[in-house]
């Protein structure tokens, strides 16, 4: 019997790391799951309503079947990957979006984690997700800042975790920036960074920081400016 951590190893991709929402935990998965069938590949649960203390929500990433059963030979299918979520005493949906990645399904786990948490307490919930004060929005107390005022304007948790991930990635080397700030903006489904304001970035552990993310570099000139360079980051695709 193949073992999940075979399986695992198979499908291993060069990918960042997914991080799950504070208050989720990852669950333990049968290590030699029934392949001929629908089975879990990751789990994860946290306490309903967010404060539960024995009825957990769970999310499940499955795998379709990896092999055939009523087939001759043992050539291995073309798996898929799609989430299963379970209410603690409520709804147990199944997605119906397939996705060849198990990277792919991991980042729609999260998005359903983060739903799931909107319908928490909003104490609770506002503690989690809630976070742009632990970012440095002036630029007079670091090199690394955010160009963010959450009373001018409301970003969407999907900007916010981004934002959170992309500044965290960057806070290590924030020693590195010199007497240049990097500034950063939450856009959509990016962040705009910009270093030294119009600079390019010529240091490679900086950009490496960033390795987790795609990166697409946007200039211009004007005569006003001159030249003008902006990094457009987003997740990796």
């Given at each position: 019997m193949i073992k999940l951590t075979d399986i695992l190893n198979e499908i291993k991709i060069n990918k960042p790391t997914i991080k799950i929402p504070d208050g989720w935990k990852k669950l333990n998965v049968d290590p030699e799951p029934d392949l001929e069938g629908n089975f879990e590949v990751e789990s994860y649960g946290a306490p309903s309503e967010g404060s539960h203390t024995y009825l957990y929500d769970v999310i499940n990433i499955m795998s379709t079947p990896k092999y055939d059963a009523l087939a001759d030979d043992t050539t291995p299918l073309k798996t898929k990957y799609f989430v299963h979520t379970f209410i603690a005493g409520g709804d147990d949906e199944t997605d119906d979006k397939r996705y060849d990645l198990l990277y792919d399904a991991q980042k729609r786990a999260v998005e359903v984690m983060e739903d799931i948490m909107k319908d928490w307490d909003n104490d609770i919930y506002e503690t989690k997700i809630n976070q742009p004060i632990t970012f440095n929005t002036n630029s007079s107390k670091g090199k690394l800042w955010v160009d963010y005022?959450?009373?001018?304007?409301?970003?969407?948790?999907?900007?916010?975790s981004l934002l959170s991930r992309v500044y965290n990635a960057l806070k290590p080397v924030e020693n590195r920036l010199d007497d240049y700030s990097l500034r950063l903006s939450p856009s959509l489904d990016r962040v705009m960074m910009k270093y030294g304001y119009w600079e390019w970035i010529e240091d490679k552990e900086i950009l490496?920081?960033?390795?987790?993310?795609?990166?697409?570099?946007?200039?211009?000139?004007?005569d006003d400016r001159g030249q003008t360079t902006y990094y457009m980051v987003k997740d990796k695709q």
């Open positions: 005022n959450p009373q001018l304007r409301q970003i969407d948790d999907k900007e916010l490496k920081a960033l390795k987790d993310f795609d990166i697409e570099i946007e200039d211009d000139y004007d």
